[in-house]
């Protein structure tokens, strides 16, 4: 056999037993992927995509066909569950980093555009003189009127250094101004006040659990404890309203309050390399001092996860309602179209082996909640407080009357004769509260009409209704404490800022807060003449 011949029957040798290979791999591929239920099914949607674009005799949107089975597939997961497009993936990763390109203002929609809530002290929006209670029509000529929210505030939005020109309204002198607002890097406020009461405890107030929050919270206690003029009796924190935020913010908070080798939070999943454990690792910063945490239905995710965590561990009581319920950790998924998947990676639990969310979330995907130590009913969940709150004619009303207000009540409450005032405002801005009892008043009303039921049930029926018009009369009079706080505070807010509204009206005024200082007080005195 000559060398070449030699060669060629190795070479062909090689191609058979790499021919068998291939045929061996495939088959052994093929049995894989049939006995695997999610590869079968990947391969069943890919099919199908592929037989809709060789058969499908009309036009297709791919783009489009892509979007919806995603969105299909979300709607089989749990609530917290979501795709981000690339916009709102780069607002996020701006939230991520602690702070966000925008003027420094929040804002709810209206029927005009966005109503202006607040305006962030020192930022571009207050540089450029706009106030709480201004209507931002326009952003650069695109009317802001019927845009969803997050595509009108997306508007305002931008890089650092960008310019944006809105057409503001003004309702108090009926104008309309232009103003050139240039965007700047604007820090989450995570923290928008911290002090010390008359009685000397510390009471400070967390909005979230955002990048950053753990840093801005040690920092304002360095500052409160650094005060030895007048030691502090405690803490209360406010978590009410607080959404949460990120897992390792609530873990580095709660370590702020707890000796070391303590269980903060654990979470476990589907996955092992997500069932992980979070322990305390330092010193108790406050020396032990009495901790009373507010709380709400609004408290959730990583506000729980602080607010239980020391709760478990007798570190703190927690005074208010039931929060959220939220005990699941999202993480972000980057997407080659520069959008993101949110998705529910694992669940947490507390000390005690204690889980807020049942272990299939994809049904139960909320919880039962922390249940407070102290329970207590919060004025502003009440149905009059909430629907004079929804009108915004509070903010209205306060916007109109600044001077007057603040120069009646420059240390005290209002005089009464301003609820008056502001019950005849709302009146005449057809504003009629009607309770959930007259609502069934009226019913039971309509029902005896049209049951044509006797005279007699049908005059008790109207009693009824006449007896539950006339409690929703006298709310003005059973709320006149709280309508004079919020305007007192709304005045403040616009003329002085967040943070002098707080020390002057919010903290001395609101009964909650007075409560849970009381309460620390109260445990603090136990302790002290404990043997």
Known sequence: MTPGEHTARQSLLQSAVLAMLIIILAGALGIYVLADRDLRVAMEFTSLAAMIDRQYSGYVDHEQLIHSAREAMLDRLDRYCAYHGPQVREQLDEEFSGAYGGIGITVVRNGQGLLIMSVREGGPAAEVGLLSGDIILTADSVSLAGLPSGESTGLLRGPEGTDVIVDVFRPVTADTITKTVTRRKIPLLHIPYAGVTDDSVMYVRVLDFESGATADLSDALDSLLADTSRPARGLVLDFRGNPGGLLAEAYRTANLFLEADQLIVGTSGRSRWNDDSYRSSGHDVTGGLPIAILVDRGSASAAEIVAGALQQLDRAVLVGDTTFGKGLVQNLFGLSDGG??????????????????????????????????????????????????????????????QEEIIEAAPTFALPDSWVDRFAEFARSHGFVFESSASELADLLVDLAIAEQRSPRLLRAAEDVLARAHRRDMAQYDQYAAYVKMRLRQLAYERKFGTFRTYAEVIVPEQPDIRYAANLVKELAARRDSAP
């Open 340 to 401: 993101a998947l949110r998705l529910t990676i694992s669940r947490y639990y507390l000390e005690g082996n204690v889980f807020l969310n049942r272990f299939d979330s994809t049904v139960h995907d909320t919880g039962s909640g922390l249940a407070p130590d102290y329970p207590l009913a919060f004025i502003e969940r009440h149905e009059f407080p909430r629907a004079l709150e929804n009108s915004l004619l509070l903010q209205q009303f306060a916007n109109e009357h």
